[in-house]
């Protein structure tokens, strides 16, 4: 069951100068899959996100760990290190990014990468692109550093919808990004601290994962 590990990068939060922790319930054709926690730290310039997926159904061998850690300056992410386990056949693999100091250049496994100055990990740009939310903006780019490449995230409004939680009713903006191989559309709440209260995903027109916020709770600044 991959595309849970690869929902998880994907579903965003509040980048507000408070921490919190977040939950979200994933399933899969009408089928709980899994559950994904979001733990978000923030101390003076530096933040640290850290995010697990578990399965919950036995006959599915899923586990995954990401983090992100860097500068914290007015809202806006600079990750200095990424890291993102799993378990793959019945083994624990793990990617691990270093970007410069500069921003200029990201290191994987030995490996430089140049990079544009305003780069970002899986995670980070999910915390710029909170920060950046406004209800009219139209549009969102991102450069990211994946592993020994460089991708583009384009998301695009394409409407809003009043979206039903456990925490209550929440009207969302719609963002839409849309490749070859995948489909993700993201709806944020502006009056929750621009969370996503529920994202879906689709790999290659195939299986769809769709992800609700369950749980909110903000921390104390540590």
Do not use: C
Request: hydrophobic share 35%; charged share 20%.
């Amino acid at each position: 069951m991959r595309y849970l590990l690869l929902l998880l990068l994907v579903i965003s939060a509040a980048a507000s100068a408070e921490g919190y922790i977040a939950t979200y319930t994933v399933q899969s054709g009408g089928l709980k899959v899994g559950t994904i926690t979001r733990d978000l730290s923030i101390q003076g310039n530096h933040y640290q996100l850290i995010v697990n997926t578990e399965s919950s159904l036995p006959f599915i061998k899923l586990g995954g760990k990401e983090s992100s850690e860097g500068k914290w300056e007015q809202g806006i992410p600079s990750p200095k290190r990424y890291s993102y386990s799993y378990l793959h056949k019945n083994e624990i693999k793990e990617k691990k990014l270093i970007f410069s100091p500069d921003h200029l250049s990201v290191e994987n496994n030995g490996v430089i990468l140049a990079t544009p100055s305003h780069i970002q990990d899986k995670l980070s740009y999910q915390l710029l692109l909170s920060h950046q939310f406004s209800p009219s903006k139209a549009h969102y780019h991102y450069s990211i550093a994946d592993g020994h490449k460089l991708r583009s995230y384009d998301f695009n409004r394409v409407g809003a919808e009043i979206i039903h939680t456990s925490l209550g009713n929440f009207k969302t903006i719609i963002l839409e990004y849309d490749s070859a191989k995948h489909h993700i559309i993201l709806w944020i709440a502006p009056k929750l601290n621009n969370m996503i209260l529920k994202a879906s995903f689709e790999t290659s027109g195939k299986i769809v994962v769709n992800a609700t916020l369950h749980s909110y709770k903000k921390k104390n600044t540590i």
